[in-house]
């Protein structure tokens, strides 16, 4: 084990490794500083670049990314108040009335100082608590994970939408676009309708680069048609930046008082991206309502609190590594940046669950590495360009767009070298427009569709094994106790959304 662990280290310190862990963190920053531009939505446009990589190079440059996103989040958020990402949201409420005092970058700094240690918390947990989770995980038959595939995407349905039913369905046609192409057992092909190039299947890359990048474009370039606002930015970043040293720094003290903060943070962040479902904004809002009602001063929370930064900060980067937990036990991504990872895992030869830690140690070694790795260059990148970030906010969007749309078609090429593939992605663009636009999770789409492989597998094992006996279930405890407990989820959800309804 010990030289597993050495040869996995040395594998990551290798300086092209290095190298793109350095880049995907810098490219995370300015993607996420940049308004309209999230993680996954980094993550989906990357993809296509990491096929030429190696596989450790590849995993580190996409996990940089997502890393730097996080941060780069708080820096819109706090100079001009859009949060670049929806969990930096809870920053901006007091990291842009400092920005306005001229302290914006000790509100940056404090964000930095929240994300890397929040990071590294739950990425410390990841690397103590992955490898038992996965042993405990390896004795879970296809019963088992029927069942648990069945609550996680029960639990995921509710990302993004106000009603479970919606996002219930968003993950049921997720699943019914996952059957597209050849069954696995008999062979044949499924609803192709026809179209020899679906035989194939329907990759992840034209799904997540339409539905998480493609879409927000038109829903941005149609939202700044209808409001025809005027671009801003640059007037905030130079008022943000005071030369009073006071007003740049963080003293001892002032980080001393919230030490305790972060690390509160760091844990709830870590157990909310652990479990499936709930995300960044979960962890950000809560960390922060938590912070407000434990300080003595709860009045300044929203105004020019250091310790609301903190917490907001804390949590939503511990999410970022503690969602890897049940992706690399179960094979099941905690959020959408996580699925996306599923996809670069399988163009490598990589299958995440259980077995990986068996079969590939060395390479899950190596990862860790980067992870902290990734966290080092947060910081380094973090307070090197502190003021040169507000050249990203200048940007104009009639440069911006274009970049974005032809990297969108480009990467959607690239996966396959098929310009059918280029179709499919505006066309799931559209659909994923119109999903946003009646409040159907696009969220649960896509992971339903990731998952699908795995609950297809384990359901067929199911009913081979078992001779098509229906009453299978009933001889696994624990697969009766998850299916149990999503029935209870849909029947309660159901109910109180029949109880609104008589109400209104």
């Known amino acids: 084990m010990l030289e597993l662990m050495l ?27 940049t308004p309209g531009i999230n993680g996954p939505m980094a993550i989906a ?15 580190g440059f996409l996990v940089g990314l997502n890393k730097g996103a996080f941060y780069g989040g708080s820096i819109a958020a706090v100079l001009i108040n859009t949060p670049g990402t929806p969990e930096a949201a809870a920053t901006s409420w007091d990291g842009y009335p400092l920005s306005l005092q001229g302290k914006g970058e000790k509100a940056l700094r404090m964000a930095l100082f929240g994300s890397v240690s929040g990071d590294f918390f739950a990425t410390m947990v990841l690397i103590l ?53 050849i069954e696995p057992v008999s062979a044949l092909p499924r609803f192709t309708f026809g179209v020899y190039q679906l ?17 927000e474009i038109i829903i941005q370039l149609e939202r700044r048609y209808r409001d025809s606002k005027k671009e801003g930015g640059a007037d905030a970043c130079l008022l943000a930046f ?15 008082s919230t030490i305790r903060t972060i690390l509160r943070s760091s844990v709830a962040g870590t157990v909310v991206g652990a479990m499936p479902g709930l995300g960044a904004p979960v962890a950000s809002f809560f960390a922060y309502d938590q912070a407000k009602k434990r300080s003595k001063t709860p009045e300044e929370f929203g105004k020019d609190k250091l310790e609301g930064i903190a917490a907001s900060e804390s949590a939503n980067s511990a999410v970022c590594a503690s969602s890897l937990i049940p992706l690399f036990t179960l094979g099941i991504p905690g959020n959408v940046a996580a699925a996306l990872l599923i996809g670069a895992f399988v163009v490598h030869g990589m299958i995440p669950g259980p077995l990986m830690f068996e079969k590939n140690a060395q390479f899950i070694y190596s990862i860790y590495c980067s992870l902290l790795l ?5 910081l380094v990148v973090g307070r090197a360009g502190l003021k040169g970030f507000c ?56 992971i339903g569709f990731i998952l699908t492989p795995i609950w297809e597998t384990s359901l067929q094992q199911v009913v081979i094994s078992s001779q098509h006996d229906p009453y299978m279930f009933l001889t696994r405890p624990v697969a009766m106790g998850l299916l149990a407990i999503t029935a209870f989820i849909v029947f309660k959800t159901a109910r109180g959304s029949m109880r609104k309804e008589s109400k209104a």
């Not at 092209?16 to 963190?25: I, K, M, R, S």
């Not at 096929?51 to 995993?59: D, N």
């Not at 609550?151 to 996002?167: K, N, P």
């Not at 799931?428 to 896509?446: L, T």
């Open 374 to 378: 990734a966290n080092v260059f947060l």
């Open 199 to 215: 035989e194939r299947g329907i990759e992840l890359i034209p799904i997540g680069i339409g539905m998480l990048a493609f879409s």
């Open 45 to 59: 446009l990357c993809i296509p670049l990491t096929y030429y990589m190696s596989p450790i190079a590849a995993i």
């Open 129 to 181: 608590v992955a490898a038992p989770l996965a042993a405990v995980a390896l004795y879970m038959g296809p019963p088992e994970i029927f069942a648990l595939v069945c609550l996680a995407m029960t639990i995921i349905a509710g990302l993004g939408t106000q009603s479970l039913v919606r996002g219930l369905i968003a993950a049921g046609f997720g699943i019914l676009v996952g059957t597209v192409g």
């Open 391 to 446: 050249k990203i906010l200048q940007t104009p969007a009639v440069i911006l767009y274009p970049i974005i749309i032809f990297t969108c078609i480009m990467g959607s090429y690239l996966g396959a070298y098929n310009p059918f593939d280029v179709l499919l992605m505006l066309f799931f663009s559209f659909i994923a427009y119109f999903m946003k636009k009646f409040d159907f999770s696009h969220i649960s789409f896509i």
């Open 7 to 33: 040869a996995g280290f040395i594998d990551a310190i290798h300086p092209l490794n290095l190298l793109f862990v350095f880049a995907g963190v810098t490219g995370g920053v300015v993607m996420g500083a």
């Open 242 to 256: 005071s030369t009073k040293r006071e007003d740049r720094f963080i003293s001892w003290q002032e980080f001393r």
